[in-house]
């Protein structure tokens, strides 16, 4: 176990602490800070105690857990009718598999080809995936994780279609040349059975056919097998004679056909919005065709066509009409009609018109065998961004409410927070308040897809996942278990008034749509305060009741913003600093760094929020009910800029936000606005730069996001308002007690006028690596010079007075600490982190009792105190002197509307410490800062960085969060560059550094997030929340929390057919597959046409299969691949060698033959 001491911690400060280093064992001390040798008991060389820290690194590990969501961009659909569950493939090659709520399964095929179609082994706890690279897959299902067991890769032709009949072996593959190929699923090598498409048509036909679009057997008869061109020919192929029984063809292209159960009727669907029935025993022409959308002509003739049927399905029923259901086939007249499901039932024709496309559909039938009535009871509906499944056994076709949480997309996800171990009572108080929400209408049936097995696992502690929306909406999750569903949904815009149409110019100053996008959230569980900052610059706390009320809502109006002060130039009546403040200023809109004109309509704007707060009462449901909204207003015709950061306390009653122009702090029990200053105004004396502010340009805020990672030009505003990922300073710990900052350099007042007249003609600034550019040189001592000093200048025109202005405050916390040095005891505080890697405390002062809290003010005053890290400041928090996190204080929740109204019930009950530290708070703790570089923990109230780790150079955080994990504590950290780090707390060992996944979307900056118990999540695609663990125990015990797939079920036995349908009825039963198709008859296929592969699910596709069918074939078949490569390579060799002397016989004989009678002249 690693303990650590004051041991060297001053040793190094003269040496850059490397990458990767820990302070533990040298005591880097990269901006170490100022040491009292003997201000303080146990100053730096004398061991003062010992933390012994119980993390190592065998307590880690990386594995995605589960994913959540609706499948992103999704192409096909399957249904296991027996075993209940259903697949949904996507265009990025993954494989979603749904069950009953919690069975939920997400695989990736490996090339990541976009899945065309999905295939079901009934019953067999098997998928055969085909995919856009023209290769077929073998899925085991019947292990948690599922594997391929076979891949077959298609070399010379493209698959379109595959058909796989009920209780089979053999699957039907249709391609792009027309042909049908035969794959023996259990070995996965193709037959040498093949029909070839000039085989199928007419001789007499000279056009080719088309791709195949259709394959399916008879009912009646497995040996006839019905293949659809995409012209419009249907083929009716006897695979026993290898020779077509009938021909059949239509004008119009075939999109899709269905059989009638009995096997002498099918439908197809054509591009032309009709529907063509035939019978086999006249094949000529069809003998119903119909355009169910389809305008009738007066005069007869045929009704208009309409757009393509994209499928159809034809089931029958034993009491009641045939249900014909197909997609598309609407009228070209309606172009802004919807897209549409449509139920034939008899005369009654239903349209169902969608909220999005349709991808495809499948009707749920009670029996798995095709020649038996259908009795469809379901369809499922797979649309581009939903699934719904239709009830059929209803007459007004009611849909299924839908268990899966499938709707987190249904606005885009903006923010995400997550919360394990929360407070037990809040998943069912919050689910009581979210239910009355409940829509109506639904049918009352169970959900049908309800195959597979869950259980709940070893771990049983709560968790909440909050997810933040472009709408405006809040969704609270129930995340337990590794299962998802939704609690309670709360929509923040309806604070605000509606905007009217062409009211919306104010908003646009700052963001172009969604006004109401959630940009950040702020949850404390045990008071159940909950607060949000909005994109158009607006905080809004909400408090939890439960009971309706009627009322107004508060607001409040501030002003944020870098005043402009008189800066002294050599000319200041012919050189004004800022000749034209409202019409010469740079604009974000312009990426490439020129300058646009900005021009004020009508009066200059000042003081005006950027939306409007409900003025009269509001009834609140029970719920999160809005106790005060806060806006930022222009100041001057400037837009308000978006809020970088918040912290809310319910134990001081105090919300603070910044944003690149300064920071806001309120007091939102009295409902006064406490602080309102710019960033450079908070360090009073002690800023260690030496530097002029200025009036922030005019400027088109973006959406908050991580800046570009390219090396594009981008102006400093829009750097500040995206992620300050800067490489700024080298930390430096400072206090203004023991140094002073004269030695800083200055800008003279010449370089300061030549920066401002250069106006909007100025070059623009470029981004490189991550930073922008810095020329700071710190307030050191010489030994410190070499290390502490950060002056490097990208760009020799970029001057300081660019650089300085906008300090963004990118970090917040309330804490008990140590405001300043010679404290002896801690008091309130809120911790100040900006993009500029500088750490502000300032000091609270809180009314002594809790009856005067309401009516004396608090008073928020700077410490004095200034930290330094290098890069913008990300997270904060406090170790007690045993290392233990210290909770930040709390009011326990009480109804604010609830009915113990009294007087004496009415007082707050504070939690101030944690219950592990609130018996003796000792001498000193330990603050721990991680900024997007480095991290560091000091220690309070002395000050002294006691270890530094320098994370990364090259890249920069986004996320970094102290979390608890096996009843200790870290950090948990998530670069830029993909990797996922922990460190030991207070030591910041390593203890973990994976490269996991890179950046590749800002989606996945702006969500990911880590939690405590070694959680996290982020959002994979604009649809789906993955969440994985970094706990070793978690992935140890991560299969028995999955759910199972496959569940022991008996297949139900087909209907007795009865004497006269068995005589009469066809030959499907005697059909042997085997023998027509197997190696003995066939032969054997070319082995260039496809490729076998062995699936990487291996030795555990074989456990998984372990006691069932597959898995006995499994078992052989894996020892035989091995034995039978070369074996089979040396077969393929004798028979082509064979083939060349058959062949090269066969001409000899030819020319023998033509040549034989003739005489020697007639050569």
């Not at 650590?4 to 820990?22: C, E, H, I, M, Q």
């Not at 880097?28 to 303080?40: I, K, L, Y």
């Not at 037959?191 to 009646?220: C, F, Q």
Request: glycine letters at 8%; one cysteine or more.
């Amino acid at each position: 176990m690693k303990k650590f001491n004051f041991r060297k911690v001053l040793d190094g400060l003269t040496a850059s602490s490397p990458v990767g280093s820990s302070g533990g064992g040298s005591g880097s001390g990269a901006g170490g800070g100022s040491v009292h040798p003997g201000g303080t008991a146990g100053a730096a060389g004398t061991p003062r105690e010992e933390i012994q820290e119980t993390l190592t690194s065998d307590y880690f590990q990386i594995c995605k857990t589960v994913r959540h969501g609706f499948p992103y961009l999704p192409t096909a659909l399957a249904f296991d009718p027996v075993q209940k569950i259903l697949a949904i493939g996507t265009r990025t090659g993954a494989i979603r598999i749904l069950g009953r709520p919690g069975v939920d399964c997400y695989c990736q095929h490996e090339s990541g080809a976009a899945v065309l179609q999905l295939q079901f082994l009934i019953n067999e706890g098997a998928l055969v995936s085909a995919c856009a690279d023209d290769a077929l897959h073998l899925w085991n299902l019947r292990q948690k994780r599922p594997a391929i067991l076979h891949s077959l890769k298609f070399n010379r032709e493209r698959i379109t279609y595959c058909h796989l009949p009920f209780q089979s072996k053999w699957l039907y593959v249709g391609t792009e040349r027309g042909n049908t190929h035969i794959v023996n699923i259990e070995s996965f090598i193709l037959s040498g059975y093949v029909i070839m498409w000039n085989k199928a048509i007419e001789l007499s036909t000279k056009t080719h056919p088309g791709p195949v679009v259709h394959l399916s057997d008879s009912p009646r008869d497995e040996g006839k097998l019905l293949i659809g061109y995409e012209n419009g020919t249907i083929v009716f192929w006897d695979l026993r004679s290898k020779r077509a029984d009938l021909r059949a063809y239509y004008d119009e292209a075939i999109h899709s056909v269905a059989w009638h159960h009995e096997g002498k009727q099918f439908m197809c669907s054509h591009s032309d919005g009709s529907l063509t029935l035939w019978n086999l025993k006249s094949p000529n022409r069809p003998f119903q065709t119909t355009i169910p959308h389809g305008k009738v002509q007066r005069d007869g003739k045929k009704p208009e066509s309409c757009k393509p049927i994209l499928k159809v399905e034809y089931k029958t029923c034993k009491n009641s009409e045939p249900f014909v259901i197909f997609s598309g086939g609407l009228s070209y007249d309606k172009p802004c009609r919807r897209p549409s499901l449509t139920i034939m039932h008899g005369k009654a024709i239903t349209v169902l018109e969608m909220d999005h496309p349709i991808v495809d559909f499948l009707t749920l039938c009670e029996t798995p065998y095709p020649n038996e009535f259908q009795e469809p009871y379901a369809v499922v509906v797979l649309l581009e961004k939903d699934l719904i499944v239709v009830d059929l056994t209803q007459s007004n076709f009611p849909i299924f409410e839908n268990p899966y949480p499938i709707d987190i997309h249904e606005s885009p996800v903006t923010c995400t927070e997550y919360f394990a171990d929360c407070p037990p009572d809040l998943i069912p108080v919050l689910y009581s308040v979210g239910a009355k929400h409940k829509k109506q209408g639904y049918s009352n049936k169970e959900w049908p897809i309800s195959g597979g097995a869950w259980n709940l696992g070893a771990q049983t502690y709560p968790e909440i996942i909050i997810t933040g929306h472009a709408d405006g909406s809040v969704k609270f999750w129930d995340a337990s278990a590794i299962t998802l569903q939704m609690l309670y949904k709360l929509k923040t815009s309806k604070v605000f008034e509606k905007q009217k149409a062409g009211e919306g110019k104010a908003t646009a100053e700052i963001v172009e749509e969604d006004p109401f996008a959630v940009q950040m959230m702020y949850w404390c569980p045990e008071s159940r305060i909950f607060c949000v900052a909005g994109v158009s610059a607006y905080v809004i706390v909400y408090r939890f009741s439960k009971h309706e009320v009627n009322t107004e809502i508060t607001s409040l109006e501030v002003r944020l913003q870098c005043e402009v002060e008189d800066i002294i130039t050599p000319e200041p009546e012919t050189n004004p600093p800022f000749p034209d403040a409202s019409s010469q200023l740079p604009s974000l809109k312009s990426l490439s760094g020129s300058t646009n004109t900005v021009a004020c309509e009508g009066t200059m704007k000042d003081s005006i929020p950027c939306l409007s707060v409900k003025a009269r009462p509001v009834r609140m449901p029970p719920g999160y009910q809005a106790d005060l909204v806060i806006q930022l207003v222009w100041v001057d015709g400037e837009p308000p800029q978006q809020i970088t950061s918040l912290a809310v306390n319910s134990a001081y009653g105090l919300v603070a936000f910044g944003n690149c122009n300064g920071l806001a702090v309120v007091d939102f029990m009295q409902k006064t606005v406490l602080l309102s200053m710019g960033t450079l105004e908070l360090y009073g004396s002690s800023d260690p730069y030496q530097r002029q502010p200025r009036s922030p340009r005019k400027s088109r805020q973006f959406a908050a996001g991580l800046t570009e990672l390219s090396d594009s030009p981008v102006s400093l505003e829009l750097e500040r308002c995206k992620s300050p990922t800067s490489d700024h300073v080298n930390g430096h710990c400072t206090s203004p007690t023991s140094q002073s900052c004269s030695s800083g350099k200055r800008l003279s007042s010449a370089d300061v006028s030549r920066a401002n007249r250069r106006g909007p003609g100025r070059p623009p600034f470029r981004k490189a690596q991550s930073a922008a550019c810095m020329e700071i040189s710190l307030p050191v001592t010489t030994e410190e010079n070499r290390e502490n000093s950060f002056s490097r200048s990208r760009s020799s025109s970029v001057s300081s007075i660019d650089r300085d202005s906008k300090e963004s405050i990118t970090a917040l916390y309330f804490m008990e600490s140590f405001a300043r040095k010679n404290d002896s005891a801690v008091s309130s505080c809120l911790w100040v982190g900006t993009g500029l890697g500088m750490v502000i405390i300032l000091s609270l002062n809180l009314p002594a009792s809790d009856d005067l809290r309401q009516s004396e003010p608090v008073v928020v005053s700077p410490s004095g105190t200034v930290l330094t890290l290098k890069g913008a400041v990300l997270t904060f928090a406090c170790l007690d002197c045993m290392g233990t996190l210290t909770h930040r204080p709390y009011e326990v929740w009480r109804d604010p509307h609830g009915a113990e109204d009294g007087d004496k019930t009415r007082k707050r009950k504070l939690v101030m410490h944690s219950p592990s530290s609130s018996q003796d708070m000792g001498d000193h703790q330990f603050a721990v800062i991680c900024s997007e570089k480095q991290a560091k923990v000091f220690s309070l109230p002395s000050q002294t960085c006691l270890y530094v780790h320098n994370i990364t150079e090259t890249s920069f955080l986004l996320r970094a969060d102290v979390v608890t994990l096996c009843n200790s504590v870290c950090l948990a950290c998530f670069c830029a560059n993909g990797h996922i780090m922990t460190l030991s707390l207070p030591s910041l060992r390593p203890l973990l550094d994976i490269n996991y996944l890179p950046v590749t979307d800002m989606r996945i900056a702006r969500t990911f997030c880590f939690t405590n118990e070694g959680q996290a999540l982020y959002l994979s695609s604009p649809t789906e929340i993955q969440r994985l663990t970094y706990s070793q125990e978690m992935c140890d015990n991560l299969q028995d929390m999955l759910g199972d797939l496959f569940t022991p079920v008996e297949t139900p036995e087909a209907q007795n057919r009865g004497f006269l349908k068995g005589l009469f009825g066809g030959s499907g039963q005697a059909f042997d597959r085997e023998e027509l198709f197997g190696e003995a008859t066939a032969g054997k296929a070319s082995r260039s046409l496809a490729q076998h592969i062995p699936g990487s699910g291996g030795i555990e596709g074989v456990r998984g299969a372990a006691g069932g069918v597959i898995g006995d074939l499994t078992r052989a078949r894996i020892a035989l691949d091995e034995r039978g490569q070369k074996l089979g390579e040396l077969d393929e060799r004798t028979a082509s060698m064979m083939a060349s002397a058959e062949a090269f016989s066969k001409h000899a004989h030819e020319v023998m033959l033509k040549y034989k009678d003739k005489k020697w002249y007639q050569f």
